[in-house]
């Protein structure tokens, strides 16, 4: 009985904990950390458009408007996470990589800044690094979280394609 229990609130959980996605992949917020009874913070214009921006594959002019965002509010973890997913997009996986840190260094727990810095290791052919991301994302994620399923799912695509496991 004790088991099935378990088993129950397990399921109960799982299925009442909200993931947010956006674009193809994890999303821009850091998880599940909303409190809807704490008083919300206002939303950035230039933040809300460059979303729009991301979800219309217009990278370099969500590039702009975050770069606007963030010197607003350099404690904005979500902002710095779009911003270095925007510039990765644009082809430079390499210069989002201090952006996503900063973003982690804000905020350590930041779900979608862990997926999307092991996305751009791998984009650069740094496994091991992708793997230390994934590996904190099965910390950070108490049952898988969508965040934790996408990077495992490009590690593995990566690893197949390149024909090796590191």
Not at 17 to 38: H, S
Not at 41 to 54: F, G, L, M, Q
Not at 137 to 142: M, R, S, T
């Amino acid at each position: 009985m004790t088991n099935l229990l378990l088993l129950l609130l397990s399921a109960l959980l799982f299925t009442a904990t909200p993931t947010p996605a956006l674009a193809d992949g994890g999303g821009g917020g850091g998880g599940d950390k909303t409190d809807v009874r704490a008083p919300q913070k206002s939303v950035d214009p230039d933040y809300t458009a460059a979303e729009k921006a991301i979800k219309g594959g217009n990278y370099p002019g969500a590039i702009k408007l975050l770069e606007h965002v963030v010197e607003r509010d350099a404690s904005n973890a979500d902002a710095y996470n779009w911003l270095g997913y925007a510039i990765r997009k644009n082809g430079d996986p390499a210069k989002s990589i201090p952006i996503y840190r900063k973003a982690l260094a804000l905020d350590p727990e930041h779900r979608g800044a862990h997926e999307y810095i092991g996305e751009a290791y791998l984009q650069l052919n740094d496994v091991v690094k992708a793997r230390e991301h994934l590996a904190r994302l099965d910390k950070l994620c108490f049952f898988s979280c969508e965040e934790y399923r996408d990077l495992k799912k490009a590690v593995e695509a990566y690893e197949k394609k390149n024909g090796k496991k590191q």
